[in-house]
Each structure stands twice: as C-alpha cells, then as structure tokens.
C-alpha cells in the first residue's frame, strides 16, 4: 500500500522559504509522477506543481512560477517542494500526492493524482 508522508510546513513571515517533503513508501520498481497540492480554507483542492516519473519534466501553476521548485530523489523516495518569497495567500495545507499507475506522458497538468498524504499547514504571515 503506498504511503505518503508530508513534512516541513510551518509558520512563516511574508517574503520568507519553506521546504517540504514528502516521503513515499510501499511500491518498488518503477518510479512514479509526484506532485503538489493546496488547500485553502473553504476552497478547492489545487494543483501547485508535479514532477514527472523521471524528473525531466515539471508543471507550476501560473501563481507559484518563479518562487517554488519541485524536486525529487529517488534514492530517498522523496519529493521536495522549495518555497521562496512566500505570501500569505500561499498559506494552506499542502499535500503530497501520486498516482497509482506509472504515466509516461509530459502533460503534469492533466494526470489523475488520486493517492494522497494527510497534509502539512503552511502559514504565511503578513
């Protein structure tokens, strides 16, 4: 059973980085697309960033690019997510997820993340 284990979030100050990370455990062999996902209070859960299976391709949404960076070393089955200049409407919960089959398409925006973390709270402070 896959098991994905966030860490890193906390309290920040406006202008200030996080990472976060994101151990997976529970499947061997081959090695999956990963992502990033936030949710505000009272809002839908949204994308942030993925990283496909072997980390040539990545996807931001338009509101991150430029100040986050996803990261992924398989040796340690992790995925990080690097945050810079942070703002208080990047403050959510973040999550951690994959999918459950091995995609080797490029289109990160469009693959069907359906396994999930329990989260970790991000809080910027203004």
């Known amino acids: 059973q896959v098991r994905l284990v966030e860490s890193g979030g906390g309290l920040v100050q406006t202008g200030g980085s996080l990472r976060l990370s994101c151990v997976h455990s529970?499947?061997?062999?081959?090695?999956?697309?990963m992502a990033w996902f936030r949710q505000a209070p009272g809002k839908d859960r949204d994308l942030v960033a993925a990283?496909?299976?072997?980390?040539?391709?990545?996807y931001y949404t338009d509101t991150v690019k430029g100040r986050f960076s996803i990261s992924r070393d398989d040796a340690k089955n992790t995925v990080y997510l690097q945050m810079n200049s942070l703002k208080p409407e990047d403050t959510a919960v973040y999550y951690c997820?994959?999918?459950?089959?091995?995609?080797?398409?490029?289109?990160?925006?469009?693959?069907?993340?359906?396994?999930w973390g329990q989260g970790t709270q991000v809080t910027v402070s203004s």
């Open positions: 997820a994959t999918e459950g089959v091995v995609n080797y398409g490029t289109d990160l925006s469009r693959f069907s993340f359906g396994l």
């Open positions: 529970g499947r061997g062999g081959s090695t999956y697309a």
């Open positions: 990283i496909s299976w072997n980390g040539a391709s990545t």
